[in-house]
């Protein structure tokens, strides 16, 4: 039940985009997005919780497509604060209510 | 503005011996989450509860138990801590549309 991420790490130099994608082999009520620094909690990003639905604040964005049971973080222009893990988190189900998280996306960000 | 606290923030405990790790969150949140979170891995889900009173098993449930008595609390039990429990312990609260995490509890089982 776990989701599936992809890449596993990204190294990136300032100002370059990158893509998280993360994929379920069921079915998708929400699709959670957080970021961890070494050490430190999660911080929570943004969550998405219909299909075809997209958010966004900074430069950081992301899609959720309900049919394909995925959904796509995107980082443009990257900046050095936005190195860290990131993890996307799955709800199954309008009930469900536990948030099953993948394995992450190291992303590096270099000067 | 506290959020979600958890306590303690460090423990070392030797095979076999118990101990109980608290959370608490001053945000009315309904549900409440316990994650152990492994060096170089995702979050899994150990318990979690929906409210008040309720609780129920996640991923890896195995060796702890959780009691939810308070809306503001949710308690982590190890009843025989192994080595195999050494691990970063994340717990977080929230609505279903977000989840704020507490700081985390390392703790080490020699």
């Known amino acids: 039940q776990q989701p599936v991420q992809s890449p596993q790490a990204v190294i990136l130099r300032e100002g370059e985009d990158a893509v998280i994608n993360c994929s379920s082999s069921?079915?998708?009520?929400?699709v959670h997005w957080y970021r961890q620094k070494h050490g430190e909690a999660p911080i929570f990003l943004m969550i998405l919780l219909k299909g075809g639905e997209q958010k966004g604040h900074d430069k950081i964005s992301a899609s959720f497509n309900e049919k394909k049971q995925q959904s796509s973080l995107y980082l443009t222009a990257s900046q050095l604060s936005y190195s860290g893990t990131y993890f996307c988190g799955t709800e199954m189900g309008s009930s469900a209510s536990k948030i099953i998280f993948g394995s992450g996306t190291r992303l590096s960000i270099r000067p | 503005n506290a959020g979600v606290t958890q306590t303690p923030k460090f423990r070392v405990l030797k095979t076999g011996q118990s101990m109980t790790l608290l959370c608490a969150q001053d945000?009315?949140?309904?549900?409440m989450y316990w994650y152990r979170q492994d060096p170089g891995m995702g979050l899994r889900l150990i318990h979690y509860s929906v409210g008040e009173g309720t609780t129920a098993k996640g991923e890896v449930p195995d060796g702890y138990n959780v009691s939810r008595l308070k809306k503001q609390n949710f308690l982590l039990g190890l009843e025989s801590a192994a080595p195999s429990q050494t691990s970063v312990y994340f717990c977080?609260?929230?609505?279903?549309?977000?989840?704020?995490f507490g700081q985390g509890t390392r703790l080490t089982v020699v």
């Open positions: 977080a609260s929230g609505q279903l549309i977000d989840a704020f």
């Open positions: 945000m009315n949140h309904e549900y």
């Open positions: 069921k079915a998708l009520y929400s």
